[in-house]
């Protein structure tokens, strides 16, 4: 059952970020590549914007209608995140519900040059892409 997105936090157990772990590896934007739902990763709605912004220790972006904002730091937001509160066509709803959950539960946080994998228990929860770049953070 999916918590309320204001209930999610960013955290994590365990950070795998393959290289030193700075905080730098983090700074960027960031686009959601897929997330999953249920047994599989899917893409974002299209024409959707899902987008993380994260620069000397804040956090920012949108996951598809409202803006999100908090601080980040090694490689897990340090407290619940604040959203705003717009409501907006239901495929949208559902998939900024969905990513605000995996926000909230991820366990592993791997960061690469062009990507970064959010997952719990070793199930991909989120892949994103660091903006510049034109390979994805891992295969689905």
Request: charged letters at 25%; aromatic letters at 4%; glycine letters at 14%.
């Amino acid at each position: 059952r999916l918590r309320p997105p204001m209930r999610g936090h960013l955290r994590r157990r365990v950070l795998d970020v393959g290289r030193s772990g700075i905080a730098s590896d983090f700074d960027g934007d960031w686009r959601v590549v897929s997330y999953r739902s249920g047994d599989n990763l899917i893409s974002p709605v299209d024409g959707s914007e899902a987008m993380l912004s994260i620069r000397e220790g804040r956090i920012s972006g949108t996951m598809g209608i409202n803006r999100i904002m908090g601080a980040w730091e090694e490689g897990r937001a340090a407290g619940p995140l604040a959203t705003t509160m717009m409501a907006g066509p239901p495929e949208l709803m559902d998939q900024e519900t969905i990513l605000l959950v995996h926000l909230g539960e991820f366990d592993t946080c791997q960061v690469e040059e062009a990507g970064m994998i959010l997952s719990r228990d070793g199930l991909i929860l989120v892949e994103l892409q660091r903006q510049g770049t034109g390979e994805s953070a891992g295969a689905s």
